[in-house]
Structures are given as C-alpha cells and as structure tokens.
C-alpha cells in the first residue's frame, strides 16, 4: 500500500530540517542530501510504521541517524578503498582531523588560532557532536534525542554538557583533548 | 543552595530542568556571575551554529528530494551526488517540480471545493490518497448520515442494547466511548455494510454550551443539531490483526485518523476510524481518548 499523500505531504514539509541535520552531519552539501534521499526512501517504505501522534521530524531524524551509522558500518568494514572514500577527515574514533580545506582562511588574521566554527564542530567526537547538535540546532528535547540515538537520558545529557565544553575549549583556542596538531595556525 | 554541577547548568540551558529547579538554578546564577558568563558563552555558540547552519533551510527543496517523496524519481538512486549545477537539465528539472505543485495545489483545490460543494461525494473516483479502503467507507458514512436531522442513528444512545448489538454483529468489541470531558457527547450508533461484514458507526455530537441550550428553547433538550459538530467513530474487524499506528489523512474539511488494534481488552482485534470536520489537533485528542478508552477494560 503506498504512503498517503497527508504523510507524503508531512515528509515534504520536514525537508528542510533533514537537510540542516544531515548538513551538520556530514558538511558536504551532495553527501548530506544522499543521506537525506535515503531517509526519505526508507521514510515511504515504512510509512505505516508511523505513528501520527509522534513528530514525523523526531521519526525522519531518526532515520537518518541510522541510515547515516549504516553507512558508517559499511564503509568502516571496506578496506583501504572503502576508507578512504569515506568522510576522510575521520578517524575512526569519530574524532576529526581537520584538513587544509576545512580549515578555510579566516577573514582576519587576529583570530589567530582561533578554529572555524565548522572546523570545530568536526573534530567533536561523533558521539558527543550529534547530541549537541540535535539539541541545539534541531531544538529536541533530551527525551527525543534519547529516542533518535537509541541511548540513555542521562547519557544524552553528559555528551551535550561534555560536547558543548569541547566545543567552547575548541572555539576559545585551546584544545580540549591534548591533540595540538588540531590547532594548525589557519592564517 | 550547592553549585549545580555542569550537567545541570547545560540542562537549564536546554530548558530541560522542572520549574522547580529551574528557578533554583536561576537565583544560583544571579549570585555567580562567572558562571553565568560560562553559560551565556554557551548560549552564544549555539546561536552562532544556528546562525551559521540555519541557511539550509530557506533554500527550496531540491525537485530530486521532493520526486522521491511524490514518488516520481525515475532511477534516482542511480545517480546520487552529481551535481545539478550548470546542466541543462536542471531547469527542465525545475520547471518539472514547479509543475508538479501547481498542478497538485489545483487538483487539491478542486477536490476541496467538490467536498464542500457536495459532502455525499466523497468517493468520487481522482482523489491521489492511497488510505485503506475501508477508511474511505469511513469517510463516506460520515459524510452522508451527519447532515441527518431526523435519523442521524439507527439506535440511540439511550438504549442499552446498543454496544451489544453491534458487539455480537460486528464480532468485535463495540464499546461506547465517553467523550464528554472532550465536548462530546454519543447520539447512538447504526449498523453498515462494510466489503465483506458488518461495520458500525457511532455518531457524537458536540455538547452545546451551558446557557445557549437555555437561550434556544425552541428547539428544547434536543439540543441544536443544525449547529452542533458531529464526529463518527467507525469500527471494523480488521482485514488481518496486524496492528497499525495512528495514520491521519485529510480530505477537504474531513479529518481523519485511523488505526488498527491487535488485541484490545475485550479481546478481538479492531480497525478504527475517527472522522470529523475538526482541526487535526483537536481529532487528535479525541482519538486518544478512544485509543485509551478501547485499551482499559469497561
């Protein structure tokens, strides 16, 4: 049986957000919308999985959390090849190492040290990056973002509080693990 | 009161203390000025990241993502990721997906004003929705026993056979759902034929407000029909028990929610449909009443 179109209609409407989530994801603009179309497939195919009390964007989300950690999977089990084709930028531990091309010139040279918002955000560990940015950026509650990442409120709670500390560490100039090579001066 | 640790302060940050705690954690920062600043900090890296991420979402939906959800990608999968920029595709692509929303946006319009125009049409052949079929016999016994004056019901309220009549034709549970605390109150039921059984339908009617029943005596302890809102719950034994979620569907004024339950306290599994010309919010709380309702034991 296909989707109707009021939940077709839903799905179209939460678009948007998906791309924003899928963005701050995984940054490239034509990967985060392959990660999206894939969510939205398998958002039609099991339509009637949908529970109409919940918030469709809290269920897509989750989609695409999972699909996003499929791919993860699947492409950590590729050799070489598979590796490096995958988000290069990412240890395995999901800690990022920035790159000369992430790492953009800043537009002014007082900011010295000073890491891109962006640039910062990928070296969160994933783990401690999605909560934070479900919170912050999708505005879920902890409870939903427990229910998208399939982990305990309280564990939400400790990786936004350790993430967001990272990310302030980051974004003030000093590293919040002992990696300096994350701190290449980007002027 | 003891420093709140950094969860706690993150958490407040969030919106996610109880007000009680809240407001204990709001006197704590007035008296820590370094703390505050701390989390002000924090506040303004999460508005720098929206700032700096919230750009997606003004820009229009790619037509590649809104064919997936239409349904109308031809092979898209087979090629992800390639750029759209600068082909001579993309404005046919465009004016494609524009098309597509005109074309659905009249559609939907002339669908809306043939509902309106004509309630006992709401079968008319063209409607794009893929709800089951049996939804839209729900819809239909809807549209053409609520303008009823005389015989909106076979069997009223009042009657205390009613919930097991319907119980021993329909050979699921028939409960008699209180919808009073919503503003609604049971007319009585009637029996229907659905595809291949029996279904029921029981009408509720909203419950005029106190003093406009006194102030229209006219019409007497009946209440005005003419004006009162009317929603049907419809009940079938379901194709298979296969459980189904809530699943809502618009049509015209009509909204609609319908499930399937497996097993419901009585015992055999029940297909519902709840239709009624409201806003889906407040169709929404009816239906979980009924979910709840159909859940407990009588």
Known sequence: MQAPTAFRQQLLAAIPRLRRYARSLVFDT???DDLVQTALERALAHWHQFDQRRDILVWAVAIAHNAYMDD???????????????????????????????????????????????????????????????????????????????????????????????LRALLAGHAPHASAHGLRRVV | MTAPDDNTLHA??????????????????????????????????????????????????????????????????????????????????????IAVFVLGGAVGAALMWRVQAQPGA????????AEPAWVQRAAVAHAVYVPEQRHPV?????????????????????????????????????????????SAQLMYQSIAAPGASGASGVTGASGNAATAQRVTVYLRKPDDATPAAFAYER??????????????????????????????????????????????TP
């Open chain 2, 12 to 97: 407040w940050l969030d919106g996610e203390l109880l007000p009680e705690r809240r407001s204990e954690v709001d006197a704590w920062l007035r008296d820590h000025p370094e703390a505050a600043a701390r989390v002000r900090e924090w506040a303004a890296d999460a508005a720098a990241l929206r700032a700096r991420l919230d750009g997606v979402l003004d820009e229009p939906v790619p037509p590649a993502l809104a064919d997936v959800v239409w349904g109308t990608a031809p092979a898209l999968a087979a090629a992800p990721s390639v750029p759209q920029v600068g082909a001579p595709a993309s404005w046919l692509r465009w004016a494609a997906a």
């Open chain 1, 72 to 166: 993860r999977r699947r492409q950590a089990r590729l050799p070489l090849a598979g590796a490096a084709r995958h988000d290069a930028h990412e240890h395995d531990d999901g800690r990022a190492l920035p790159s000369a091309v992430e790492l953009q010139p800043a537009a002014s040279p007082d900011i010295g040290l000073r890491l891109d918002l962006v640039a910062a955000l990928k070296q969160l560990p994933l783990e401690q990056r999605e909560p934070l940015l479900l919170v912050t950026l999708e505005q879920l509650s902890y409870a939903e973002c427990a229910e998208v990442l399939r982990i305990p409120i309280g564990t939400v709670m400790s990786r936004i509080s350790r993430g967001r500390t990272a």
């Open chain 2, 122 to 129: 709401l079968a008319a052949g063209g409607h794009p929705a």
């Open chain 2, 251 to 296: 049509q015209g004024e009509l909204g609609l929610f319908y499930w399937v339950e497996g097993r419901s306290a009585h015992g055999g599994p029940t297909g519902y449909a709840l239709v009624g010309a409201l806003p889906r919010e407040r169709l929404l709380a009816l239906a979980e009443v009924i979910y709840r309702q159909g859940q407990s």
């Open chain 2, 154 to 198: 076979e069997v009223g309220a009042q009657e205390e056979h009613l919930s097991r009549w319907l119980t021993k034709r329909l050979d699921v549970p028939v409960k008699l759902f209180d919808l009073r605390a919503q503003g609604f109150e049971l007319v009585g039921g009637r029996l229907l034929p659905d595809a291949s059984a029996p």
């Open chain 1, 30 to 32: 034509h990967a985060a």
